[in-house]
């Protein structure tokens, strides 16, 4: 494996008494998209949290090829924006808050104003820049989130089951976009989702996480029934079919049910 | 300060404004509304007007205490609801109880105290009246420099924190990945919008100063479309209101700080009329 960006070394975590990540140990390989999978309460996005330093832990987090413990810049994307419908901050305001310390009501500098449309047109949605962020819609709101992460130029990059709520054509295309961009940048991603799809898609690697990690290398060897079964549960396997095709009667179109 | 009030009088010069109390009432609201109303931009965003109520409901208390331990009721309240707002935040993080929950049990931890010192020293009532409606009229030179302290405070705040607490306010992972963290913000919010409250309360009671605090922000809501619309919609709408309350409440004889808040009220009614015929 060439060298890690993330080193887990006897990573635990203890929230409310409760332990959510037993004893992790893993390599994640530098410049390429490795996915994070397991069932509901695995402590996927707990485990992205410490790597943030969010929440405390025991054991070591090392960055870079010589391990250290100093956080490189790191980009964040998470599931959802606490944000209702009526609010009035625009996609504009929000990513020019993460680029400037300046009070957005001091008006906003023409220089993060073009480094936040440089960015949106990158992902294809410039169109938007004006638009309240809780008027767009939900794959527009996780490209957004996605360009709000790149804006810092991370070095690595966590997403949060980034397209949990977008439908399968949105979540196809925000993968595509993200492929792009993290092939074009080269920068370490971390991906937590749940579809087998995706992450055989997209991912290059694989930890499979259920409190402690029970696989984790390439996506072809990983992910395997066995692995599968031993992830999420006995009654999880895998079913073959032609694309282009219509899956059998009964059977999951992606090929994972349980 | 006794300048700008005196000044006052040759800018404008209405009958309205002849008394200096008058004045210094113009003066102190006008600092004091359009405070309230930046942070009620936050308040409406983390959701925390019942916080507020919490830590206006305490003044009760700490104005007993004040008056039982011979210390300035004035100080005594402002400490007091301080104290209270650091307590909530406290044990929000320590407990695994919603925040809702631990500001419902100090609410009523702090309002049965007050009722009880109250209750068994007969005579501390009578000092209570300024307490729940307020008198801005009253003010004097002392609170007027005390306003305007804190309003050059909440300025400062909002200079250095605005962006950082709308950030928080949409999702903290994201906002600690920019370096932003949580808990010093958080604290030092909950203490200057303590300490606005009790300060605040001076002017509108503790039956109406969450009001300021939302019904302007509120309304920014409704007519603003950027984050810096909502300041600024946000400290007018305040603004008008404590000119147009005082002067109606002069002109009816009515109580200052409850005139103030329903101009607020009536201009949330019109921005709400607005935003749904811009909507149609």
């Known amino acids: ?258 | 300060m006794d300048y700008l009030v005196d000044l006052l009088a040759v800018i404008l010069p209405f009958d309205w404004l002849e008394p200096t109390f008058m004045r210094r009432a113009l003066v102190g609201l006008v600092l004091i509304a359009p405070a309230c109303a930046t942070m009620g931009v936050q308040v409406v965003s983390f959701r925390m007007a019942f916080f507020s109520d919490a830590i206006s409901h305490s003044a009760f208390t700490g104005v007993a205490l004040g008056l039982i331990l011979s210390v300035d009721p004035r100080f005594s309240m402002i400490g007091f609801g301080v104290l209270v707002g650091c307590g909530v935040l406290f044990f929000a993080r320590k407990s695994e109880l919603s925040t809702d929950t631990v500001i419902g049990v100090f609410f009523a931890a702090v309002v049965a105290l007050g009722i009880v010192i109250v209750s068994a020293r007969r005579g501390l009532g009578r000092y209570f009246e300024g307490v729940l409606f307020g008198d801005i009229l009253a003010i004097n030179r002392m609170d007027l420099w005390i306003i305007l302290g804190l309003f050059l405070t909440v300025a400062f705040f909002q200079w250095i924190g605005f962006n950082r607490m709308l950030l928080l306010a949409l999702n903290p992972p994201l906002a600690h990945s920019r370096g932003i963290r949580a808990m010093p913000w958080e604290i030092t919010y909950g203490i200057l919008l303590a300490l606005l409250v009790m300060v605040t309360l001076r002017a509108v009671g503790l039956l109406l100063v969450t009001a300021l605090l939302v019904v302007p922000a509120a309304t920014a809501r409704n007519l603003a479309r950027s984050a810096r619309g909502l300041f600024w919609w946000a400290s007018l709408i305040a603004a008008i209101s404590a000119v147009l309350g005082l002067y109606l409440s002069y002109a009816w004889g009515s109580a200052t700080g409850a005139t103030v808040i329903l101009v607020a009220v009536a201009l949330f009614v019109g921005s709400f009329g607005y935003r749904l015929f811009k909507n149609r």
């Open chain 1, 1 to 258: 494996m060439p060298d890690p960006t993330i080193t887990l070394e006897d990573v635990s975590v203890e929230l409310g008494g409760h332990l959510i990540l037993e004893h992790l140990n893993a390599s994640i390989e530098s410049g390429c998209l490795t996915a994070i999978m397991g069932p509901n309460g695995a402590g996927k996005t707990t485990l992205l949290h410490a790597i943030l330093g969010l929440i405390p832990y025991q054991g070591r987090i090392y960055f870079g090829k010589n391990r250290n413990e100093k956080r490189p810049r790191i980009g964040y994307v998470p599931q959802r924006l606490d944000l209702d419908r009526g609010s009035p901050i625009t996609v504009r305001d929000f990513l020019t808050s993460v680029l400037t310390n300046r009070p957005l009501w001091l008006g906003i500098s023409k220089d993060a104003d073009d480094r936040s449309q440089t960015i949106l047109d990158r992902i294809g949605v410039r169109s938007i820049f004006h638009s309240p962020m809780g008027k767009i819609s939900g794959g527009e709101t996780q490209r957004v989130l996605l360009a709000q992460a790149l804006l810092g130029r991370p070095e690595i990059l966590l997403l949060d089951e980034p397209a949990a709520a977008v439908d399968i054509t949105g979540e196809a295309l925000f993968c595509d976009i993200l492929e792009e961009v993290q092939n074009e940048l080269g920068i370490t991603t971390l991906l937590v989702s749940h579809d087998l799809s995706v992450v055989t898609t997209h991912a290059r690697n694989v930890i499979c996480l259920n409190k402690s990690i029970i696989c984790s290398g390439t996506v072809a060897e990983m992910l395997t029934p066995d692995n599968l079964k031993r992830v999420f549960s006995p009654h999880v396997d895998i079913f073959s079919h032609q694309h282009n095709q219509p899956p059998a009667r009964g059977k999951d179109p992606h090929g994972l049910s349980g």
